[in-house]
């Protein structure tokens, strides 16, 4: 009886240990992987439209709007005993009797996602995709950690150019394009004398204008005071040695200008004192205000626009792009650079010389640097029409910051509803 015992203890030693060591899948690891994966299938996704656009193919997005996760572990044990015999009176009486045992063990571990992948070609997202870029977003670019060459370089279509002898010269900045050095030698320019965009406050007129006898007439006031445009103020010019009164509401805008720290010199003698930022010269980033009691010439800014320019000074005016010509752009750069066998590549100054005050440390540096190699270390790889494509992690230029820039472009053009559902695709 006491081998009994002993024996069934024994048998009950496995379970206990299997239940000990089983360990359940972590949360963390699973969302952290999760993670991962999200992140290298955007960045792919982004370096398969730029290899697209470089052969002029199509250009197609996905997203992945939701990810279920789960995570599941199971045991299971069993012990079985036999007893026999080769007599007839019964096991205890047996000579020849006999007695076996069999233990069984297992586990089973199992964790994977469900993610939904959804395609953004529909109309919501096509439409802020092709449109050019608001100056809010531009702003949101130049003022931010970017590189300001490359940011420039990215969004800038082309520059147009009126000189003092009235001559109209117009810059396209592609790498094909025949006066494609001039524009990087003008965008360049532009950019080391403070180059940038700040937040103004400009009238918006609403209505008709009239006279001072209107003016204190009852009823023209009472319909200012219950419009829908509340907010505003009456404003005067003087037109034919008569004042004449109109209303209007301000409104926020942005718009290109030079920092004055930068080479405020400079600029007045190129392009005149319109294009200083108004905003930085002791004043911060504060935006400036219109006085409503100043006249209508006096109250509204005339630096709105950046071919805003003094008499006999010269003018100019950029060309915003677009997200689908941002891409375009690039796959433009890309083709450039592989047909010459990685030798040739499309370059814009660091800003290290900015930092420090020399600009001959400002290095040229690749905007995006593509290899169809695998390299050791990378931001993304695709295969594409059987040949493969990847941008390298180190010493890869300002690869690392455009790839940035091109997820933020594309994200900016998401709006509610663009991304619809899909079926599911399990992941383990």
């Given amino acids: 009886m006491k081998f009994i015992k002993l024996k069934k203890y024994f048998a009950l030693l496995p379970l206990g240990f299997l239940t000990a060591c089983g360990v359940a899948p972590s949360f963390s690891d699973m969302s952290q992987a999760y993670q991962t994966e999200v992140a290298k299938y955007s960045n792919n996704n982004l370096l398969l439209n730029v290899v697209r656009a470089s052969k002029q193919m ?40 006999g007695y076996s045992n ?10 994977g996602f469900n993610f939904t992948q959804s395609s953004l070609d529909n109309a919501d997202f096509i439409k802020g995709f092709l449109s050019p870029l608001n100056m809010a977003n531009v702003s949101y670019f130049t003022n931010g950690q970017q590189p300001k060459y490359l940011v420039f370089n990215l969004l800038i279509a082309s520059i147009s150019f009126t000189e003092k002898d009235g001559k109209y010269v117009s810059l396209i900045n592609d790498p094909y394009s025949s006066n494609y050095g001039d524009f990087q030698k003008a965008m360049n320019l532009l950019v080391s004398l403070g180059l940038t965009t700040e937040m103004v406050q400009k009238m918006n007129f609403i209505g008709p204008s009239f006279d001072e ?14 419009s829908p445009n509340k907010g505003g103020t009456i404003l005067k010019k003087t037109v034919q040695g008569k004042d004449i009164y109109q209303y209007a509401v301000p409104e926020m805008g942005f718009r290109f200008c030079f920092n004055p720290v930068v080479a405020k010199a400079e600029v007045i003698d190129r392009f005149g004192e319109d294009l200083l930022c108004n905003g930085m010269a002791g004043a911060g980033n504060a935006v400036p205000k219109l006085d409503g009691s100043k006249t209508i010439k006096e109250g509204t800014s005339e630096k709105v626009v950046a071919n805003t320019s003094s008499k006999q000074k010269q003018a100019f005016s950029l060309q915003v792009r677009s997200p689908n010509d941002v891409f375009s752009y690039l796959g433009v750069v890309t083709y450039k650079q592989l047909q010459s066998g990685n030798k040739e590549y499309v370059t814009v100054p660091s800003d290290q010389g900015s930092l420090i005050g020399d600009s001959k440390q400002n290095v040229l540096t690749p905007i995006l640097m593509v290899e169809n190699t695998v390299p050791a270390k990378k931001i993304a790889v695709v295969d594409y029409d059987d040949q493969i494509y990847a941008v390298p992690q180190i010493n890869n230029g300002f690869s690392s910051a455009t790839m940035n820039i091109l997820s933020q472009l594309v994200s900016i053009c998401k709006v509610a509803g663009s991304i619809p559902p899909s079926p599911a695709v399990l992941v383990k």
């Fill in 213 to 226: 006898k209107a003016l204190i007439d009852g009823r023209i006031m009472s319909t200012f005071m219950n």
């Fill in 102 to 111: 069999f233990a069984s063990l297992g586990m089973s571990t199992n964790r």
């Fill in 58 to 97: 199509p250009m197609s997005f996905l997203d992945i709007p939701s990810v279920l996760g789960s995570g599941s572990i199971g045991t299971n044990a069993g012990f079985s005993d036999t007893w026999y015999s080769t007599g007839i009176a019964g096991p205890a009486l047996a000579a020849g009797g």
